[in-house]
């Protein structure tokens, strides 16, 4: 699993023109679902990610998670995560997962995020979208494979 995480003042899908999903301030995720994905791990980076301690406290430091400052979540998914471009000039994306398995991993992913975070929008999946964003720092960051692989027993 893959996760571009951005802290955003607002940001927003839009799907044929219309808007399908919009948040506050929060963070917009750009989600990539590998091959070897499973619900198990989903629900690993959905702890991580509701942990993430991203957001400024009292001080101004990066000590507040999205659950302590009651943030809002848009979770768009984005299996050009897991393009490869180590040969040529096209991207391969074989290493992304089945599309109709990705998508039930994906929708157990926002099931998870719903039943912590109050606002949680999301876009379409599979479908061409357009990602508006005012972000916030700018603040990114990326999860992936490799916080998986250096568990002892993976998840």
């Known amino acids: 699993m893959r996760l571009v995480i951005q802290r955003v003042k607002k940001a927003s899908v839009k799907i044929e ?13 750009f989600l990539g679902i590998g091959e070897s994905d499973t619900k198990e791990i989903a629900e ?27 943030g809002e979540l848009l979770v768009v998914s984005q299996f050009t995560l897991y393009a490869d471009c180590r040969k040529g000039n096209r991207p391969s994306f074989t290493k992304a997962k089945d ?8 929708q157990y992913f926002v099931s998870l995020c ?11 999946f599979g479908a061409d979208m357009q990602v508006s964003l005012l972000n916030d720092g700018p603040f990114t960051v ?9 568990k002892p027993n993976g998840v």
Do not use: H, M
């Open 44 to 70: 690993f980076y959905v702890q991580k990610l509701l942990k993430l301690r991203i957001f400024a406290d009292e001080e101004g430091k990066t000590n507040c998670s999205i659950l302590q400052v009651g």
């Open 99 to 106: 599309p109709k398995e990705a998508e039930e991993i994906y």
């Open 114 to 124: 719903k039943k912590e975070v109050k606002q949680v929008a999301t876009g379409e």
């Open 17 to 29: 023109e219309k808007i399908t999903g919009e948040i506050g301030e929060g963070l917009l995720i």
């Open 142 to 150: 990326l999860l992936g494979e490799e916080l998986i692989e250096k």
